[in-house]
């Protein structure tokens, strides 16, 4: 059974803080993508890594950093937390990045920026 | 943006069948067709995809239309189980890797 976690499953920040949003996989997949979901709206993709030390922009990447430091592991940095950064946060993989392959989402964290 | 467009909710009945529309006027010829289901407090999950051709499995029927342009996911004999907001997705392709678009999906409502 695929399976990502996300930890932490909820956060409260304030404004100007650092954040630190994790996501752990073991499907042994290249692919890793975090999305931020706001309330009554679709998925929007921000970063994502097709291997391990290396990360690319998706379509709203400011205010956001990611890291791979590991095929497993893919993390996404607030530097600076802002209130219109408050929304949930997923992490998905897929073994690949062409072709059909399904992404596997996490159960999502629930960041409050105050 | 979303390049699909579907109705904001919809609602059943449990042993009923049920047709969620889907319209993607602008799709491109190389673009899959994905259906994700979302309850609350849970992460999107994948429901079914396709190209060209009807597809058919455990959860799901997808009909596509000759052109492409609008599919119909079909669920048939629903329970309260499928309750969930229904995202239909196209999955562009973009700088080597491919992407999925989401819209705003339809609440599908099952009531007993």
């Known amino acids: 059974e695929a399976a990502v976690t996300q930890s932490p499953r909820s956060k409260v920040a304030v404004t100007g803080g650092k954040v630190t949003l994790s996501c752990h996989q073991t499907n042994n997949h290249d692919y890793m993508y975090w999305y931020r979901q706001d309330t009554g709206h679709g998925l929007r993709l921000i970063h994502y890594?097709?291997?391990?030390?290396?990360?690319e922009k998706g379509d709203i990447p400011d205010g956001y950093k990611a890291s791979r430091p590991s095929q497993e592991n893919f993390s996404l940095i607030l530097e600076l937390a802002s209130l219109s950064q408050t929304a949930v946060y997923f992490c998905?993989?897929?073994?690949?990045?062409?072709?059909?392959?399904?992404?596997?989402f996490g159960p999502g964290t629930r960041l409050t920026v105050l | 943006d979303a390049k699909t467009t579907q109705p904001d909710s919809m609602e059943s009945t449990e042993g009923e069948t049920v047709h969620l529309p889907c319209s993607h006027a602008?799709?491109?010829?190389?673009?899959?067709i994905y259906w994700y289901r979302q309850v609350p407090l849970q992460g999107p999950e994948y429901v079914t995809h396709?190209?060209?051709q009807n597809t058919t499995n455990s959860m799901a029927f997808l009909a596509i239309a000759s052109d492409r342009k609008s599919s119909t996911l079909i669920l048939t004999h629903v329970s309260l189980r499928d309750a969930a907001v229904y995202h239909c997705?196209?999955?562009?392709?973009?700088?080597?890797?491919?992407?999925?678009?989401f819209g705003e999906g339809t609440k599908l409502t099952v009531s007993s």
């Open positions: 602008t799709i491109s010829g190389n673009e899959y």
């Open positions: 396709g190209l060209q």
């Open positions: 998905a993989s897929s073994a690949s990045g062409t072709g059909w392959a399904e992404q596997f």
């Open positions: 997705i196209l999955r562009v392709n973009q700088g080597g890797s491919a992407k999925l678009i």
């Open positions: 890594s097709y291997v391990a030390d290396s990360t």
